[in-house]
């Protein structure tokens, strides 16, 4: 027996939220697949320096990312054929996901949130550490200084907080761009280009996350009174 009255408004009204639940969970794997391809974390955290790689924290939040965009977009189908059958199974089965989802995401912001300044910081210090092997002259220098020159040419960017003392060597050593001068002494170095660079990416992280939280604590409400709308409908 079909739903009616206010409950029927309320199944086309899930429908809806569930069709906005899988657009963005489309938006949400497409933006962190193009996080995951941008030309500028990309050249950067593949770099390597001697057997050590760059720091890869940023790419678990990513791979994250990818993967709940994905469900997102099969739970959202799923409450859209739920919600148009009637199923109270089907509506289960959606509110189970939604709740395993949200829990998730939960856990994801986090571990965000606990982890924004440390990804920032492993950067900084992988940079520092190859900049110093780069000045010293050590015995892995020529790929340090490949490293430094990769930081400088993605950021547009020259040396860092801690190396105000080893300006002169810099030139000598031709690790920055000579039109980085300027940048340098307007303090735009490479510690403040990284953090600009994962701080902007983090905040569009954040708030996609507030915005699927906000949509999912509608879709839970909805399909609990769905469910139970129809389960008086079949009563009576």
Not at 58 to 72: E, N, Q, R, S, T
Not at 94 to 122: M, P, Y
Not at 218 to 231: A, T, W
Request: include cysteine; glycine fraction near 8%.
């Amino acid at each position: 027996m079909g739903v009616e009255g206010c409950t029927k408004c309320i199944k086309y009204l899930l429908f809806v939220f569930n069709f906005i639940f899988w657009l963005a969970g489309g938006i949400i794997l497409g933006v962190a697949l193009w996080l995951r391809h941008d030309s500028q974390t990309t050249n950067i955290l593949y770099l390597q320096l001697g057997d050590k790689q760059a720091p890869n924290t940023f790419y678990v939040g990513i791979y994250i990312l990818i993967a709940v965009g994905a469900v997102m977009m099969f739970v959202g189908f799923l409450g859209c054929y739920g919600a148009i059958q009637e199923s109270q199974c089907l509506l289960g089965t959606f509110f189970t996901c939604l709740v395993i989802l949200f829990a998730c995401e939960v856990a994801a912001g986090i571990w965000g949130f606990v982890n924004k300044d440390q990804i920032a910081k492993d950067v900084k210090q992988f940079y520092d550490q190859a900049f110093q092997q780069a000045l010293m002259g050590e015995s892995d220098a020529s790929n340090a200084k490949a490293v430094v020159k990769t930081f400088h040419e993605t950021l547009d960017c020259c040396g860092s907080d801690i190396v105000t003392a080893t300006f002169t060597p810099v030139w000598k050593d031709d690790l920055c761009r000579k039109d980085s001068l300027k940048s340098y002494f307007e303090n735009t170095n490479c510690h403040k280009k990284i953090d600009e660079l994962f701080s902007g990416k983090l905040y569009l992280i954040g708030i996609a996350a507030v915005v699927v939280a906000v949509i999912m604590i509608f879709e839970m409400i909805l399909s609990m009174v769905l469910c139970c709308g129809i389960r008086n409908s079949s009563v009576y």
